[in-house]
């Protein structure tokens, strides 16, 4: 209702009240069309005020405690407006809110083995972040996760190591325990303690792989029951909550297990059937738990984002087999996408490509499988997110920043509910260099550890240039400029301005059934020289960092470029490089 009344509150007076008094037999006249005044990016005459659609099934709930944004203008230095000619025009109707945008698609995950994060300036560069979410105990980790497991300690009841896909001994591969206080781990006091100075809530993935190796005469109950005994201990802290981390992936702890140990007649190989009929068991246990303590928790089930079928690596007919059996008793439903080909050598504009691509494939293909098994739609997660190319740097480079900014307008889009990028912090890889997920640097030879990557940046100005509602946009004169617009509750708008192509390039911006102000402000990120089209290093508004990878590390205080609009809001994007630009409200 606040965004209304921004918008009657500059209505004119007379018509506010055209119409509200009496009836009138004379038939009403044809609306005013809207005018766009090209003298400063936004409507001169009446303006057609925004409505918001409906939550989609697909966020549900991670919408129940949004709450509008209110812009704040940050400190400034005047910049000149771009005098040559263009013809790509970036149109975003005010009118038109696509989605809210939920607070929880910012989200990242977290790995035990970098660190206790108690570092200030890692906890400040967190917090600056705002992530909001942050999931634990890591992906396949946490099939061999034990939280309340004394420092490494072994369970009474499960093999001394979990078998390969191949079905030969893992000896590389034990057990993790939440209680390992050594530097080098991060123990589960430590994760709670991190979400509270940084202000953000948790998404904890239970061991779902104990239920399938352990050798108890009931290992889906214990397993259950050591999962439910979390949600105990949790006190409420943690609403969200998932079964188990890519269970149809032959790389996964849970994926074969020694049929001559098990005692409950389960099959050496997962099917999603037998997972579906897991979800259950765990689900009444944890909500029991929570029941206990007067908590309330959302449980998710874990689905394949497409019809990889032919995969071998992948459980054929997962979705379908899971899906028969979990009916309505899930909360949510998980994907992950790490949207390029697996260990591809991909160029620049073959990684960009993929977010819209494939963004809403899996939600199409998700949303297909769900309609099909006759099971109602609930939100979707997609807990883990990043790109698998390999061999030039790309993960730790400039574009998978840029990347990054289309994933998350992708999904704002496709109206995910929850999303968290893969990782805060990884490992360094020599074979081939660079090949690490972590949007901070760790091991990494030409940058101290918890350096923030180029990709930080991006989201950074992200979370700080979008709104708090996405309204629909359209690109004119170029296939290369990609455009995702906001408005936030405080009136202002905004939009983010992605150009894949390799020249720098002039963008008009319109903004519809809107009322500019005065000016407009706005950040420019780009890549530097080095490494190719995969620089390591990010430049904001010119600066860049002290050393030779990263980006600025006063990039809090740095000020915006601020122009008038009056003669229209008019900006360069640079090659392979986003802008981040917000308008005045009048």
């Not at 994933?407 to 999303?419: F, H, S």
Request: net charge neutral; aromatic share 12%.
């Amino acid at each position: 209702m606040k965004l209304l009344k921004t918008f009657i509150a500059v209505l004119p007076l007379a018509l506010l009240f055209t119409g509200a008094c009496k009836k009138s037999s004379k038939p009403a006249p044809d609306p005013t069309p809207v005018v766009v005044d090209p003298g400063n990016g936004g409507a001169t005459g009446p303006i057609t005020a925004p409505t918001d659609p409906s939550v989609a099934a697909t966020q549900g709930f991670f919408l129940d405690d949004w709450q509008g944004k209110t812009f704040t203008k940050p400190a400034t230095v005047d910049a000149a407006k771009p005098t040559a000619s263009t013809s790509i025009t970036v149109t975003a109707d005010f009118s038109q809110v696509v989605s809210k945008v939920s607070k929880y698609l910012f989200g990242n995950n977290i790995n035990p083995f970098t660190g206790q994060y108690t570092d200030a300036g890692t906890v400040t560069n967190i917090t600056n972040l705002s992530p909001n979410i942050i999931r634990a105990p890591g992906g396949s980790l946490s099939d061999i996760y034990f939280w309340d497991l004394p420092a490494y300690g072994k369970p009474a009841d499960v093999p001394d190591h979990p078998l390969k896909p191949d079905g030969s001994v893992d000896t590389n591969t034990g057990y993790w325990s939440g209680n390992v206080n050594d530097s080098w781990s991060l123990s589960l006091s430590n994760y709670y303690s991190l979400l509270q100075k940084t202000n953000t809530t948790g998404i904890i993935t239970v061991n779902y792989a104990y239920a399938r190796y352990g050798t108890s005469n009931d290992p889906v109950a214990a397993a259950a029951h050591l999962a439910a005994q979390w949600v105990r201990y949790d006190k409420g802290k943690t609403k969200y909550w998932e079964v188990g981390n890519e269970c149809y992936g032959n790389w996964e702890a849970c994926y074969r297990i020694d049929v001559s140990k098990n005692k409950n007649g389960q099959p050496a190989i997962i099917t999603g059937d037998l997972y579906g009929k897991h979800f259950k068991v765990f689900a009444d246990s944890m909500r029991k738990a929570a029941a206990d303590i007067g908590a309330t928790i959302k449980i998710g089930a874990v689905l394949h984002e497409s019809a990889d079928n032919s995969n071998p690596t992948i459980v054929a007919n997962w979705n379908p087999g899971a899906l028969g059996q979990i009916g309505d008793k899930a909360d949510f439903f998980i994907v992950h996408n790490y949207y390029t080909n697996y260990n591809e050598n991909s160029n620049a504009i073959t990684i960009l490509n993929t977010a819209p691509a494939s963004s809403k494939t899996m939600m199409d293909y998700v949303k297909g499988a769900i309609q099909t098994a006759g099971v109602p739609q609930k939100p979707v997660a997609l807990t883990e997110w990043n790109i698998f190319s390999s061999g030039s740097k790309q993960q730790i480079s400039n574009i998978a920043g840029v990347h990054a900014v289309m994933v998350l307008g992708e999904i704002i889009k496709d109206q995910y509910g929850q999303a968290s990028r893969w990782d805060l912090a990884n490992s360094w890889s020599t074979t081939p260099v660079g090949d690490d997920h972590g949007l901070f640097s760790i091991g990494q030879p030409d940058a101290p550890d918890f350096t923030p990557r180029p990709a930080f940046y991006y989201l950074y100005y992200f979370q700080k240039y979008f709104g708090d509602r996405m309204i629909s946009s359209s690109v004119t004169g170029s296939s290369d400029i990609v455009s995702y617009a906001s408005s936030f509750n405080s009136g202002e708008a905004g939009v983010v301005l992605v150009n894949k192509s390799t020249t720098d390039q002039v963008v008009n911006i319109n903004f519809k059934n809107y009322y500019t102000g005065s000016n407009y402000y706005y950040y420019t990120l780009k890549g530097g020289t080095d490494n190719g089209e995969f620089s390591g290093k990010v430049l904001v508004n010119g600066n860049g960092p002290a050393i030779a990878y990263g980006g600025p590390s006063n990039y809090k205080t740095i000020a915006a470029s601020s122009t008038g609009t009056s003669g229209g809001i008019k900006v360069s994007v640079p090659a392979r490089g986003v802008v981040f630009l917000v308008a005045d409200k009048k």
